[in-house]
Structures are given as C-alpha cells and as structure tokens.
T-cell receptor, first 117, second 113 residues
Framework: GAVVSQHPSWVICKSGTSVKIECRSLDFQATTMFWYRQFPKQSLMLMATSNEGSKATYEQGVEKDKFLINHASLTLSTLTVTSAHPEDSSFYIC?????????????FGSGTRLTVV | AQSVAQPEDQVNVAEGNPLTVKCTYSVSGNPYLFWYVQYPNRGLQFLLKYITGDNLVKGSYGFEAEFNKSQTSFHLKKPSALVSDSALYFCAVMDTNAGKSTFGDGTTLTVKP
C-alpha cells in the first residue's frame, strides 16, 4: 500500500539552528503533500500545501521564511525550520494524497517530534 | 467554509462495551468524511470514509461509522471495545477542490480493562 516515510522521528536542536524534516512517498508519486503542526492534545493545524516543482502555498499566519518547504521531486518534500526557537517545539506531520485518489483520504507520515532547547 | 466538531474531548468505556465517538460537520456541498486514528507520537492512520452510498460505513479494526445527513453527523462506532483501541481519534471533512482536509479537535478514547 501507499507509504509515506517521514524522517527523523524526533530531533532535539539548539535555539538558533535550523532543522530539516523529510517526507518521502515510498511506492507512489505524490504531486501534492501537506504539512501539519500538532500541539499537545490538540488538532492538526495545516501549515502549507507543497506542490512538486512549484512554490508551497502557506496558510494564513504561517511564516514562510521560517518554515521553508521544498518539493523538488515527486517523492520528496522537505520542511526546514529555520532559526528555531523553543516555541517551534511541536509535532510535525506530513501527508500525501492517496495514490488511489482523494476518495481514500491521505496517507500520513509517522511524524517528527521537534524539541528546541 | 467547512468545519468539523467533535464535542467530546474524552470518551471512556469499559472493554467489551460498545463505543461511540461523535462528529458533526458543516459543508456547502456533498460531504466527504473521514475518520483517522492516532497513536502517541505517530502519524494518523486512515480508518474509514464516507463518500456516497450506504449510510453505514465499515472500516478497519472493526470500526464503523454512521452518516446521518439530516443531523449532519458522522459518528464512529464499535460494537465491542478493546483496550488497544485507546488512542486519539480525528474526524475530518475534505474539500475536494483544494484537496485540503479540515480536522476536528480530536477525541481521546480510553478503554479500560
């Protein structure tokens, strides 16, 4: 079945550094991927829509320069948290449209727990 | 704009008892509805969907959901709960034009032995 691999599963970084999170579709081509942020015991907040070969579409209130999204190939999208601060600590999840079509929802990555110290 | 409401933050049931996790929605057109489950520190897993057809939808792990158009509800159900069903459950409605989904706030299900 469709699998989305997200890496790393967890990362701890120092304030001011940048962290890259990768999201790969392993057995299908994902022209569109979505990046979410989830706070503890809260729902998923859509951050941006990533389209292969074009600029990401960011949701209102999400800083484009802080959360850099690149979708350079049909199987890879990356989210880079630049100049990370403790308030960026969160659980980040990517998802891709199921290759079977929208009717089958999304396939989600396993998430990345980011802790900024 | 579409929206999803999960009125209960927490649902507690005893193992072997039936469970219901509630969801109501608001959309301007035909609803495309989904349920997902999330285990701690993991991504979301697809459970089931309603697009069209029978109002009772069967999904993974013995879960089912009942679509009720008049009540704009899509409650998740299982006849006999297992301890391993304990997790965070999300209801979602999809905007097929934009490809985006709107998620409810989630309901934590705890099944006690």
């Amino acid at each position: 079945g469709a699998v989305v691999s997200q890496h790393p599963s967890w990362v701890i970084c120092k304030s001011g550094t940048s962290v890259k999170i990768e999201c790969r579709s392993l057995d299908f081509q994902a022209t569109t991927m979505f990046w979410y942020r989830q706070f503890p015991k809260q729902s998923l907040m859509l951050m941006a829509t990533s389209n292969e070969g074009s600029k990401a579409t960011y949701e209102q209130g999400v800083e484009k320069d802080k959360f850099l999204i690149n979708h350079a190939s049909l199987t890879l999208s990356t989210l880079t948290v630049t100049s990370a601060h403790p308030e960026d600590s969160s659980f980040y999840i990517c998802s891709a449209k199921s290759p079977l079509g929208f009717y089958y929802g999304y396939t989600f990555g396993s998430g990345t727990r980011l802790t900024v110290v | 704009a579409q929206s999803v409401a999960q009125p209960e933050d927490q649902v507690n049931v005893a193992e072997g008892n039936p469970l219901t996790v509630k969801c109501t929605y608001s959309v301007s057109g035909n609803p495309y509805l989904f349920w997902y489950v999330q285990y701690p520190n993991r991504g979301l897993q697809f459970l089931l969907k309603y697009i069209t057809g029978d109002n009772l939808v069967k999904g993974s792990y013995g879960f089912e959901a009942e679509f009720n158009k008049s009540q704009t509800s899509f409650h998740l159900k299982k006849p006999s709960a297992l301890v391993s069903d304990s997790a965070l459950y999300f209801c979602a409605v999809m905007d097929t034009n934009a490809g985006k989904s709107t998620f409810g706030d989630g309901t934590t299900l705890t099944v006690k032995p």
